[in-house]
């Protein structure tokens, strides 16, 4: 299984790579009122609005000391191209499915995750972009969408 690892808040994380279509530097958003909380706001990526996604504030960690995004991974869920900002990239990695681990029942609870992978001493955690946003989430990020439209024709 091929992964792209980023690291999140001095911890390691990853993501299917067939889910990222590019990694970005994005310099500027554009906040959007009454969006989620966890919505930095969007930027246009060759001509297409993105919702820009903090992933600290989506799960609930601490928020980090520059507001610059260093890394925007550009992934697509449920057919919405999504930017899910990160604070770096580490590259891609190999991981043999024997060396993954389900998630215990502790770990349960956070529905994205879908394992923890060991690497040398290294644990990543696996999240599946498809189940990172909640439905509720996912009606949000399509209001955003619905803003900038009606915004776009006026």
Do not use: W
């Not at 980023?6 to 790579?17: P, Q, R, S």
């Amino acid at each position: 299984m091929h992964l792209l690892c980023f690291n999140l808040a001095d911890k390691e994380y990853a993501v299917g790579i067939e889910s990222v279509r590019e990694v970005r530097r994005i310099k500027q958003v554009t906040p959007i009122p009454k969006a989620l909380d966890f919505i930095e706001g969007v930027v246009s990526l060759r001509g297409r609005v993105v919702p820009i996604i903090n992933l600290r504030k989506k799960l609930g960690l601490q928020s980090a000391k520059s507001a610059s995004f260093n890394r925007v991974l550009i992934t697509e869920s449920n057919n919405h191209v999504l930017g899910i900002a990160v604070d770096s990239v580490l590259g891609v990695t190999a991981i043999d499915k024997a060396n993954i681990e389900p998630p215990d029942e502790i770990l349960k609870k956070c529905e994205y995750l879908t394992g923890v992978g060991k690497v040398a001493k290294r644990l990543i955690l696996i999240i599946d972009i498809e189940k990172l946003l909640s439905g509720e989430e996912k009606s949000g990020i399509l209001e955003v969408h619905k803003m900038i439209e009606i915004r776009k024709k006026a």
